[in-house]
């Protein structure tokens, strides 16, 4: 997944150096905690930190003998630390390590994901601005319905994407956990004083209650969330691909200046970003899935997780930074055919004015019944007869004007009641609205 939206810094977090970086952290915090209260020399932090480097290809070279991770980096770190690294992982067990080492990368991963989703929050505001008045169909089933604005479709993603970002903070909230609690957490061995202690130096809470692990319901929370928020970008994605199709044409990606469509079709311009999106956020969706079946573990720990947290946390946080990129970039330089919404709009010949002539006739008296029947059949003659037009119809229609005046048959057929109350959804979305005096489309 090489490309100019994969960043480096998040694929970093996920490298076997930053992995045994993270676990190293954990050791030398809790050889403070011991000696803090008491349970090893006092000297023995200082000793080891001097000491205590690694080396990766060293760590694996042991692991091939030892078949253990853990083993092999507190081998070789014991090797160099010398006489006082026999305190090393002193009362602790493997998971206080990899499950406390694991949050401190998934925190760091987070920070970049939540960074990243406040850029194109802010795109996508931008956008609800600039397009607050930019008239377009708006569309149920696919038919058009009632006129909206492209800044309202842009602020209800606007919306959504603000949703996932609480939705992650909280998710890396309830990952920003550690446990330093030995084999089955019952701190037989470690003080939870010293427990409290690293957590604290960390950054992380202490875990209330924990076995050997850290309870996997908070990880596939984590997961759930990413696919959340990769769900709203393949939701927006495709709203793209969709106005994008050449009967619509009222948005496209940016073609940029050398780019090629089609092998076969010189003259197609395809929304491939928005659509390696939309593919992307499948493998998010399934990855969720394994997170919850991590979830049912054995007893007090078993590692049928391991191995699956090994693909499933680099791939998913590696996988929604780039799709942030990729969305970013779409929104920033999308392509806006003003023309096209107007032109479409109008191809409905007032259609989309229905509800207005039905409501302006229960305001004059009929049932609602029978003002539904009447704009029905009016609109019945338009699908009969392309050249026609809703208020043409309507003008001319003696059972409408026995209840509605001609000048109150036109004023339904304007776009400023659907327009008026649009600087009212974007500051309730917090976003800056326009003003009521500035430019409509198409002026």
């Not at 076995?211 to 969330?225: G, K, M, N, V």
């Amino acid at each position: 997944m090489i490309s100019r939206y994969t960043r480096p810094e998040m694929a970093n977090i996920w490298t076997e150096e930053n992995k045994l970086r993270k676990w190293l952290e954990v050791e030398l915090a809790a050889l403070e905690g011991l000696a803090r209260y008491g349970y090893i020399p006092k000297e023995v932090p200082a000793q080891v930190r001097a000491r205590a480097k690694f080396d990766v290809a060293r760590v694996q070279k042991i692991e091939k003998v030892v078949n253990h991770d853990v083993i092999a980096f507190l081998t070789h770190v014991a090797e160099r630390a010398g006489p006082a690294g026999r305190y090393v992982h002193f009362g602790l067990t493997s998971s206080d390590i990899l499950d406390t080492g694991l949050s401190l990368q998934v925190m760091e991963a987070s920070e970049i994901l939540i960074r990243e989703l406040k850029k194109l929050i802010s795109l996508l505001g931008q956008k609800a601005r600039e397009h607050a008045r930019t008239l377009m169909v708006g569309r149920s089933h696919g038919v058009h319905a009632e006129p909206i604005t492209f800044g309202l479709k842009m602020a209800l993603f606007h919306e959504a994407c603000k949703r996932g970002l609480r939705r992650l903070e909280t998710a890396q909230e309830n990952l920003r956990y550690g446990k330093i609690s030995g084999a089955v957490g019952t701190f037989a061995n470690v003080d939870p004083r010293v427990e409290a202690f690293v957590c604290k130096k960390l950054g992380l809470n202490p875990a209330p209650v924990s076995t050997q692990i850290l309870q996997r319901d908070r990880h596939a929370e984590y997961f759930s969330t990413l696919a959340i928020v990769g769900g709203t970008l393949e939701q927006l994605a495709t709203e793209i691909r969709g106005l994008q199709k050449t009967e619509t044409f009222e948005v496209q990606e940016f073609f940029s200046k050398g780019q090629k469509g089609s092998s076969a079709m010189p003259h197609k311009r395809n929304p491939i970003t928005c659509e390696r999106v939309a593919g992307l956020a499948r493998i998010l969706r399934g990855n969720a899935l394994a997170g919850f079946e991590n979830i049912a573990l054995w007893h007090e720990r078993d590692i049928t997780h391991s191995s699956v947290e090994r693909v499933i946390f680099p791939d998913s946080t590696i996988l929604l930074d780039y799709m942030l990129g990729l969305m970013q970039h779409v929104i920033e330089h999308l392509v806006v055919n003003k023309d096209r919404m107007l032109k479409n709009l109008a191809s409905s010949r007032g259609m989309v004015f229905s509800q207005g002539l039905l409501l302006k006739l229960v305001e004059k008296g009929l049932t609602r019944e029978e003002s539904y029947q009447l704009v029905q059949d009016a609109a019945k003659k338009l699908w009969e007869n392309e050249k026609l037009h809703l208020e043409q119809v309507a003008l001319k229609d003696a059972k409408i004007l026995k209840v509605l005046k001609p000048r109150e048959i036109r004023a339904v057929f304007s776009y400023d009641r659907h327009l008026k109350h649009v600087p009212v959804i974007l500051k309730r979305a917090g976003i800056r609205p326009f003003s009521n005096k500035g430019e409509r489309h198409g002026q």
